[in-house]
Antibody
Framework: QAQLVQSGADVKRPGSSVKVSCKAS????????VTWVRQAPGQGLEWMGG????????SYAQKFQDRVTITADASKTTVSLDLSGLRSEDTAVYYC????????????????????WGQGTTVTVSS | DIQMTQSPSSLSASVGDRVTITCRAS??????LNWYQQKPGRAPKLLIY???SFQSGVPSRFSGSGSGTDFTLTISNLQPEDFATYYC?????????FGGGTKVEIK
């Protein structure tokens, strides 16, 4: 059974960086996209960006473009999210999710829907 | 960017009721529309993809319809475990985007 296991909760100071990892279990990321979504306390879901591990192709939301880096390891079983310049508004639960490919080979084709989710990682930014 | 608007933002219903949630895209997204259910403290769960296709294991009381800009999620015969927040999400173009959510509460 496919599972995504994320790294544990973290507390960070404003201005610092955080790295959240997402490891595939019972599956690999070959032929999938991997998306990062965050949810601030009491708020909705916000797409941050994603990566196609097979190609290393990344797509980022413009809001995070200057602060976020998404990478995949060579085995294509672990994807990581790096967020820099943390501020209190970045306090949230961060989720990774696997997305199957549908249709052609353009990057958007690798994000058809999010069928397997990680358990979420709480990141708290506080001085 | 494509904006997704859900309505209502919340609703109260009773067990056994039929519930309809709507989602509107700011431009046509064909059928690239997905629905998720989220319970407190849990990750979202995929219910419907491609506007009307069932994710494996999802009860048949959940159904989705629509194309272009207007979509609906229907829950027939609402069950106690269905009280949750529901989100629509478009996968037509970057940036991917979610609706604001609809919280289904017990009347």
């Amino acid at each position: 059974q496919a599972q995504l296991v994320q790294s544990g909760a973290d507390v960070k100071r404003p201005g610092s960086s955080v790295k959240v990892s997402c490891k595939a279990s019972g599956t690999s990321f070959n032929n999938y996209g991997v998306t990062w979504v965050r949810q601030a306390p009491g708020q909705g879901l916000e797409w941050m960006g994603g990566i196609i591990p097979m190609f290393g192709t990344v797509s980022y939301a413009q809001k995070f473009q200057d602060r976020v880096t998404i990478t995949a390891d060579a085995s294509k079983t672990t994807v990581s999210l790096d967020l820099s310049g943390l501020r209190s508004e970045d306090t949230a639960v961060y989720y990774c999710a696997r997305s199957p490919r549908y249709g052609g080979n353009s990057p958007i084709s690798y994000y058809y829907h999010m069928d397997v989710w990680g358990q979420g990682t709480t990141v708290t930014v506080s001085s | 960017d494509i904006q997704m608007t859900q309505s209502p933002s919340s609703l109260s219903a009773s067990v056994g009721d039929r519930v309809t949630i709507t989602c509107r895209a700011s431009q046509s997204i064909n059928k690239y529309l997905n629905w998720y259910q989220q319970k407190p403290g849990r990750a979202p769960k995929l219910l419907i993809y491609g506007a009307s296709s069932f994710q494996s294991g999802v009860p048949s009381r959940f159904s989705g319809s629509g194309s272009g800009t207007d979509f609906t999620l229907t829950i027939s015969n609402l069950q106690p475990e269905d009280f949750a927040t529901y989100y629509c999400q478009q996968s037509y173009s970057f940036p991917l985007s979610f609706g604001g959510g609809t919280k289904v509460e017990i009347k």
